[in-house]
C-alpha cells in the first residue's frame, strides 16, 4: 500500500487576478478574466456554471496543460509550491509538480496500446525508485484500492477492454498512486450514469481524504458539488460571480445567476422529480 504521506502546504492554490486567453482567426479570445481562489490543503472544492463559463480553462491553467496558443496571466498564482507566474507562456504545456488530474474521458486520456499494468506501473515508478516487479505489485493494490475486483486481469487489459466505470477507476489510481498534494477532477464522472457517478465521488473523496489531498473539481451536477464539496465557486461567461461555503451558497446564493443555475440544474439524482426550467434573462 502506500507510503507515507509528507507534510503538506497551508494553502494548495492561491490564485489572484487569472486571466486566460486563447489566440484565434479572429484574434485573442478572452476565456477567464479576473479569477481569484485561495484553497486551503484538505479543501473540497467544487467549480460549477453552464457550458463555456471558463471552468475547464482555470482548471487547466492551474495544472499546466492548456493548448499551445493559450496565453495565462496572474497576479498570483501559486499552486502547491509552483509559482506559475515564473513561468512563460510558451511554456505551455508543462508539468506541476504536485498536482494529478482525472479527466471526463478516460478512454482519451489512457494509452490505447499499453496494458493497464504497464501505464499504472509507470506512474508508480514515476514517483522514485522501484522496481518492475514491486511496482506490479503496487499496481494491483492500487487497483483493489480504486474498487476494482479482479486486479490480475485489469493489469494485462489494454483500456478499450474495460467497462467505462473501470477505466475511470484505473485513471483515479494512476493520478493519486503519486500521492498528489492537488488532484484536479474535470468532470471526472460526467460521461457515467447516476449510480456510478455517486459510487466514484464517494471512491475519489475518501481516497482524497485519506491522502490528505486538496480536491478541485469541475462539476454540473449540483447535487454532486452539495454532496462532496465544502466550498463552491460559480462561474459565468468567464468571470466568478460567486463563491463561498457550499451549503450557504446552494441554500442562499447571492448572485441572481448562481439562483438561475439551481434553478435550472438540479443533480441528475433528482431528475425523476423535477422538472427542468429553463434559464431567461439572466446576464
Ligand atoms: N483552445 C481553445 N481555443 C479557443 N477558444 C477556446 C479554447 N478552449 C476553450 N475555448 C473557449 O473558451 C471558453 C471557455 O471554455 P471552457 O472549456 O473553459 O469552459 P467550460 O465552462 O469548462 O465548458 P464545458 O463545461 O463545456 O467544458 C469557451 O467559449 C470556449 O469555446
Redesign the pocket.
Known sequence: MPGDVGPRAANAVEVEDLSVR?R?ADGW?T??SDFSLTVSSGQRVAIV??????????CMALAGLL?L??AVEATTARIIETDLTARPTRAIPYQVPGVSVVFQNAMNALDPVWTVGSQLGTAIRGRGATSRARARVLAGEWLERVGIRDPARVLRARPYELSGGMRQRVMIAIALCSQPELLIAD?PTSALDVTLSVDLLELITSLTADLGTTLLM?T?DIGLCRAYSDRVVV?HR?RVVEQGDTEQVLAAPSADYTAALLACAPSLAQLNDHRLTTMVGVS
Open positions: 486563447y484565434t479570445f476565456a477567464v456554471g453552464e457550458s463555456g463559463s471558463g471552468k475547464s480553462s482555470v493548448p496558443g493559450a468532470e469541475i454540473h462561474m468567464g
